[in-house]
């Protein structure tokens, strides 16, 4: 079946530093979607990536889709304490089928 | 719109008994998912309906659970007998058709005693 596995598990930053975590399915992806979920929350969309190769920014997020569309990454520079969380990619097998896997997640702290 | 609406939002219970946890998705949306959290486990999907019909249940751990959409604006997820291994974080979430974002609930915490 499918599977989506993200690393790090854990990540912890000194606020100011750099944080990257990595998606990878275990097959080809419709598209890729990456949702944050804060403590006690829920999870909440931050962007999908369709195309091969696709990046795209949202300030200072980068998000990649891989050329095989297999894989992900997503990019935090000069982290802030708000970004503190667990970040998911999730996986969209496509079209009529809709079916959304989440992958494993990545929780990160950051130390003021 | 509210949002996606789920209740309870924390439901405390003996093993044994039966819980049922409810989803009210966004209206004018077609897909509506049901998740289930842990540490242990992550986010897993459990089944999801598009157009009110289910899709995949593959996700559903065993028989005990059961889910229906009986209209566009309603779902239910029901454990029948509940065991103390059940006891997590459901989250209810819907999209409209197409690949697009989900959106979730609130989540019900269910725990099992």
């Known amino acids: 079946g499918q599977q989506v596995m993200q690393i790090p598990q854990y990540q912890h930053v000194q606020e100011g530093e750099d944080f990257t975590t990595y998606c990878n399915s275990s097959?080809?992806?419709?598209?890729i979607q990456w949702y944050k979920q804060r403590p006690g929350g829920h999870p909440v969309f931050l962007i999908q990536?369709?195309?091969?190769?696709e990046v795209k920014k949202q300030k200072r997020l980068t998000f990649q889709f891989g050329e095989a569309k297999k894989n992900s990454s997503l990019h935090i520079t000069a982290t802030q304490t708000t970004d503190v969380g667990t970040y998911f990619c999730?996986?969209?097998?496509?079209?009529?089928?809709?079916?959304?896997?989440f992958g494993t997640g990545t929780l990160l702290a950051v130390q003021p | 719109d509210a949002g996606v609406i789920q209740s309870p939002r924390h439901e405390v219970t003996e093993m044994g008994q039966e819980v049922t946890l409810r989803c009210k998705p966004i209206s004018g949306h077609n897909s509506l998912f049901w998740y289930r959290q842990t540490m242990m486990r992550g986010l897993e999907l459990l089944i999801y309906?598009?157009?009110?019909?289910?899709?995949?249940d593959s996700g559903m751990p065993e028989d005990r659970f059961s889910a229906k959409m009986p209209n566009a604006s309603f779902s239910t997820l029901k454990i029948q007998p509940s065991e103390p291994r059940d006891s997590a974080v459901y989250f209810c979430?819907?999209?409209?058709?197409?690949?697009?974002?989900?959106?979730f609930g609130q989540g019900t915490r269910l725990t099992v005693v």
């Open positions: 979430a819907s999209s409209s058709l197409g690949d697009t974002e989900a959106f």
């Open positions: 990536l369709v195309k091969s190769g």
């Open positions: 097959t080809t992806l419709s598209n």
């Open positions: 999730a996986g969209g097998y496509g079209g009529a089928t809709n079916k959304l896997i």
């Open positions: 309906f598009n157009n009110n019909v289910p899709i995949d």
